[in-house]
């Protein structure tokens, strides 16, 4: 299961709610299984989960009819479906039906609640929540259906959701952690096959193809891609282009697909033949600023004391002046989750978190270096998910 | 330039604005050019274009510092950049910068405006817009925004502007047919690629690699992928499992990735072996409703008229009880721009539009047949963007 349900109804408790709405696709996902495809590669499509505190009633998933489909092959754990919208779906005359096509042809026998907020109202009202304090996921609604929901739940008390949702989904359970796992070793295969082809002469855009096919190849979908030369590593989001290796070149990937919609977000060095003396000095403070985080990461940790630490431990090995805004954040459904680790954060370190722990460092008209690892906060400390470990990768030419 | 600023300006005219906001991924790249990486992976991270109608100011691109790389390397037409949040770049000391880490140098050297709105607010009240009336699109915004920019903006009258750009948006320019024009090429190109691998024992999953590895090889971005087999061809969003290739099976393809952020969406059916009589003869009245398209579709042409002709072309052609609810919408930057090709739509097609149109049939328990062709509004009719015509394509078991 994806969603933590402890952890929820743990939130949900400090917070007086009698029930709590998804409604972006992250927090949709995380909290019925369900990838609702519309929702996911469009902004606009409508798709919930209300999910009641304990005895207050039985969680519902709301969806297009477009989309019953997905719901019958996917499965979701969530037993109570709503949907809204006319479709038709016809149906072979004499055909014993399989398992899948069943469902979806009951699915399309349900009532049509002809549009998103109507099922959802619906949906609260069935669970006798109609005086009830709901938190509502206010980033996957339509501009004004907040306040719409409101008009029509009168009697309710309706409050902001998501970052309730965001901060539960900061403790992973083992299928996120399994999930993410995966999705970093995608990612780290990637990259060893978009060094496959670099040689002097390759394009950023080359090593970028590369990278992507070998992504797809092993079941992950392309998601982040920053991938540069020489200069124009230096550039923290920079889009491969025509740009051709050169001899001394640093390659910096800054990277990371989806697997069963988790992400991965790495970074990894290489430089085509022999580096210089700065560019080893300082790569090797970088990556002992992110091996400095697999020592002071641990459950009850400050963030705001791992990002002194990490940046202390970069400054002291060898690059003195490093300055960054954050040394890294939390990853899931969403490329930025709880926590962020920077010098301002309030958020402490939890048992079941996983982080992207990243040092970069850009010079103009140089180049960019950076390592970023992606680990689980374990009990006792940190467990890594990279295969690898950071240092600085030598292609020969 | 993607912009069409003709239509744009008549629309800001009817509409009585001073100016309009574009805060949607979009919309953002519409009007300005510029592709906001974090944007567009992720939802929140902000970035707007205040566009101003003739003769009351400039365009204004609105940035996170951590993007201004982007906007170096882009280099989109709109010269007026405001930038907000602190982000440390270092600068090599003795090195000529190159002309993209030039202007990355000058753009860190803009004032800091802290926050996106504040950003905002100051280019307006730059432009002398504090009075004005201006359109803000919606969708882009965090909740809240919009509120948060009418109380800073008191003496402004600020509408809703989505719809507008989204209006605006249907009508190409010929970089975005050109551009709409190879996404389609993509996409054929990509479904050949997936039946090559097509053969008895193949899986959904073998085919949709096959199919996304060669959209990432022709320099797209994988988006849409449903490819199914057998009786899982007639899901709609149908994802690409295990399944095995069989004699005799359905194979639907309903896909399309993106090519320089510019979407493709179109559908192809192919067959393992012979096509039953039943296969044959609805799948011609389907092709026969996209054909019908082609003859009806032209400026002036009522989208709700050009519905009931290709539905009308199914049923007379062997699919009597043929029902739908659209044969087709447009396509861009979004997978459903305008127009909407249903019964009740009230658009009206005008040259420069690019549609999908499509004649999707499903039934459950045996196959879903489907063919979408993406096709230009000329001003005499139409231009298919497809190589192939569309008929059922056999694959020699």
Redesign the interface.
Known sequence: MLTNVERLHELMAQAELDAIIAT??ENVTYTSGF?A??QW????PQAYVLWPAPSRGDSCLIVSS??L??V??QNPWVRNIRRYE???????PD????N??QR??MLHQLPDDADPLNALCTAIRGNGLDRARIAVD??G?L??Y?EALQARLSACTLV?G?DLLRRCRALKTGEEIARLRRAAEIAENSIAAALRVARAGASE?DLA?AF??QT??E?G????GCIGFG??S??????P?GRKLQSNDVIRFDVGGRYQHYRADIARIAVLGEPSKKLSTYYHALHTGVRCAYDVVRPGAAASDIFLAVVNAVRSDGLP?Y???HVGHGIGL???DVPALGPSSKDIVEEGMVLCVETP??????WGLQVEDMLVVRHDGVESLMSTDGGLIAVTE
């Open positions: 972006s696709p990838w495809m519309s590669i469009r902004r606009g477009s989309a489909d997905l019958a092959d006319h479709f038709v779906v016809d149906r072979a055909t014993i039906l399989n899948v096509d979806q042809a206010e980033f609604l501009p004004g907040f902001r998501f855009i193809r992507h096919e797809v190849r079941g979908f392309p998601v982040l200069p124009r230096a550039m923290v989001n920079v889009q282009s002046h300055q960054r805004s969403d490329g930025y460092y850009y010079e103009l008209g140089l």
